[in-house]
């Protein structure tokens, strides 16, 4: 019997998840590849172009020479431009050997996680979640335990639900706001609370994830790091892909304690050393120059949120909230399971999603992927026309199931 060669596959990578994301929205172009016209809602990518003065800044880097290494932890030009935009933005001071910049917010999330957590560890993740951090912290050997908060709550996890859910082997505690998948923002206020019971605890980290800060509908975005006292056990990871439209430059970074950035330059170089030396030009540019481009991609995702949620509230059963940030919404779709159109039967938010891409030519990703199995993401970064359509397409391909 000839030997298997995928049996040597490690048991870690056997055990991941692939992302729920990127398998909905293979599976929507694999069937527009067959000619059907499939409108996918399913990739967290706003739909805008690069503001054209950081393409340009890109291509002057690159007449000017950028096209060498970059040290590991980044330029110094764009961690004065991040240490410039935490102090304008967020009022926290920053020194540059406190600044790591990656090769996007994923990996700045992966090179914390390396860096913190031991096999045992337990890391406490507020539910719905982003996909890849319950992988991410497998694969570390980290125990995820999850805090869940549903719709009722505008899916916002309470202080005294952290507080129940830490324990002498926590390590971290990792949430985004605005979030991904669910859209919600939290205040000052809720954060100041989370705080206050993780301040009780020396040997916390807080990873806050603040990718989507610049798409908030509520005014200023706090952050955790700003309460007193959190600065010091905080990392915030943010980049460029979702403010400023930049998704392919693929351009991350971590803020937080020179201990911690450390610990995450030292994984850094083991794994892809310093980004790109021209996208790390233009994005200290994009930092420092005219921030209206990203305030009128703000301004189109609220008006794209109040027409989505306006048409889903029109279907019968659905549970929709009013989400204050990212371009997602995440209803509850549980009214429908158990319901059948005579041919397909939907028994969860799996279903529904593979249901709707093949009947309604519309790609979503089922809640069960973020930890919430009654709900769906539905992205909004796609055209007005486009959203209108496709909601329509679900709302026919609804009413069908009784």
Known sequence: MAFDLKLMVADKIQEMTESATIRMAQ???????????????????????????????????????????????????????????????????YQPNQIVISNGAKQSIFNLCTAIIDPGDEVVVFAPYWVSYYEIIKFCYGSPVIVSAGIEKDFKVSAEQVAAAITDKTRMVIFSSPCNPTGSVFTKEELTAIAEVIKKHDNIVVVSDEIYEYINFQGHHASIASVEGMQERTAVVNGFSKGFSMTGWRLGFMAGPAWLASACDKVQGQVTSGAASFSQHAAAIGLDSDMSPTFEMTKAFKQRRDLVIERLKSIPGLIVNNPQGAFYVFPDVSYYFGKTDGVNTIQNADDFAEVMLAEAHVGTVSGSAFGADQCIRISYAASEADLIEAIDRLKNCLSKFH
């Open 27 to 93: 599976k929507a172009r694999e069937l527009a590849s067959k000619g059907v016209n499939v409108i996918s809602l399913s990739l967290g990518e706003p739909d805008f172009d690069t503001p054209e003065h950081i393409k340009e800044a890109a291509i002057d880097g690159l007449h000017k020479g950028m096209t060498k290494y970059t040290p590991v932890s980044g330029t110094m030009e764009l961690k004065n431009a991040i240490i410039r935009k935490m102090k304008r933005d967020s009022q926290l001071e």
